[in-house]
């Protein structure tokens, strides 16, 4: 006979959720990220010429969808625990798709960033997969689970920009967004046909936010893990928009600058796909904690040399070296939050923790453009390794003690 997990959901439907949600986490992912390298060409085909004025509304353009999706994530997550987490994914997938689509037939500069803040406060299919298969996998497979669902954002992030440049220049500019709108509504249908959820509405009023805190069972071990995903954030995202001028300083006489670029984004991406489902699973044995501990160790670490490199290549494989660490830390996160919030407030909880983590990302990219401007990118290295350093403290004397002592009680309880 089946074993049946919490929620209603069997050995087999728990495991067949997590393969559409990756599939949908990959479809979504690789539509979106399709969209940063073309949006400067689709504003210049606007009519925007003056390469400042393209770059500002490039970045305006970019940076409000993550910055509006920082504040609409706890809304959806409340919804989430008020009506359950498929309607969500549906919502998101469709939603974006809507929009993406719609895209293809603005006119103006200010109709695109219009439309995409309007995608900003209706995304989210990413953190409702995330909440779903957390709130629905056992807990000795959570770190697995978690880690292999990022390989499907991750693997995405990878294909997405090498799927436009090829689309844009097959179809034209236009085209790819309704392209990328496809790759939504197959997430959404999806989602529709294949992901189960035995969900039951909650009998009373969604509690307050007033009242969640109230029940925490950590809220310094909860608090911590806010904090710990917006500095990984801020501290990734403060590098990753200056590597291709990195790189062109390495290589100043390079006819490829941009297949180069390409394959130094793809290394780390590439080794964080590797590293995330077997570091989840080493997690789930010895505690997602550690994992976290050590991975901020190795990151912080392995910062410092790329400030240092002579060439492309020795960049490159130190940002592959630094992919294992950094793709193992948001699922160790996630698993950390499964293990020590009640199910019943897990959508605003995770959407809280993708709100630091969105703001993590937009501060980060703020703050290293303006670090590298005044101080050079090579000090941006020291920067982010100083940033991680500080976290890795932090988790060492507020998070890593109380978190040992959960995982050794789930354990305990467990055999």
């Known amino acids: 006979m089946i074993k049946i997990f919490k929620a209603g959901v069997t050995l087999e439907n728990w495991k067949r959720n997590l393969f559409i949600c990756?599939?949908?986490?990959?479809?979504?992912?690789?539509?979106?990220?399709?969209?940063?390298?073309?949006?400067?060409?689709?504003?210049?085909?606007?009519?925007?010429?003056?390469?400042?004025?393209?770059?500002?509304?490039?970045?305006?353009?970019?940076?409000?969808?993550?910055?509006?999706?920082?504040?609409f994530s706890p809304f959806w997550g409340k919804l989430a625990d008020k009506y359950g987490r498929k309607p969500m994914l549906l919502r998101a997938s469709l939603g974006m798709a809507i929009v993406v689509g719609s895209i293809s037939l603005v006119n103006s500069v200010y109709q695109l960033v219009g439309l995409r803040i309007l995608m900003g406060t209706i995304s989210g299919f990413n953190s409702g997969a995330i909440t779903l298969i957390a709130t629905q996998t056992p807990e000795n497979k959570a770190g697995w689970a978690l880690g292999t669902l990022s390989t499907g954002t991750i693997s995405g992030m990878l294909l997405g920009p090498l799927m436009g440049g090829y689309l844009v220049e097959l179809l034209g500019i236009r085209s790819i967004f309704i392209v990328m709108g496809l790759f939504l509504l197959i997430a959404f249908f999806l989602t529709l046909f294949f992901v189960q959820e035995d969900f039951t509405p909650p009998q009373k009023a969604l509690m307050s936010f007033g009242n969640i805190w109230h029940i925490l069972p950590?809220?310094?071990?909860?608090?911590?893990?806010?904090?710990?995903?917006?500095?990984?954030?801020?501290?990734?995202?403060?590098i990753e928009p200056i590597i291709t001028v990195y790189i062109s300083s390495l290589a100043p006489q390079t006819e490829h600058l941009a297949f180069i670029s390409g394959l130094v984004f793809a290394s780390s991406g590439f080794s964080s796909i590797l590293a995330a489902p077997l570091l989840g699973r080493l997690s789930d044995r010895i505690g997602a904690h550690k994992i976290i501990l050590a991975s901020l160790i190795c990151a912080t670490i392995l910062f410092i040399p790329q400030a240092f490199v002579k060439n492309e290549w020795q960049l490159m494989g130190l940002r592959f070296l630094i992919g294992i660490p950094t793709g193992a830390m948001l699922p160790s996160i996630n698993t950390i939050l499964k293990q020590n919030i009640p199910p019943e407030i897990a959508g605003r909880m995770f959407s809280y923790n993708q709100t630091a983590q969105f703001l993590g990302v937009f501060c980060g990219s703020v703050l290293g453009g303006q670090i590298a401007a005044h101080s050079g990118i090579r000090n941006l290295f020291f920067f982010t390794s100083f940033l991680l350093f500080v976290n890795l403290i932090g988790v060492r004397e507020f998070i890593y003690k109380r978190a040992d002592d959960k995982f050794t009680h789930t354990i305990s309880h467990s055999m």
């Open 22 to 71: 990756w599939l949908g986490s990959f479809a979504t992912t690789s539509a979106l990220s399709q969209i940063a390298p073309v949006l400067p060409l689709f504003i210049k085909n606007l009519g925007m010429h003056d390469m400042a004025q393209i770059e500002t509304w490039s970045g305006i353009a970019f940076g409000s969808t993550t910055f509006v999706m920082a504040f």
């Open 218 to 238: 950590d809220k310094t071990l909860i608090i911590g893990m806010f904090i710990t995903t917006f500095i990984i954030q801020a501290a990734l995202f403060s």
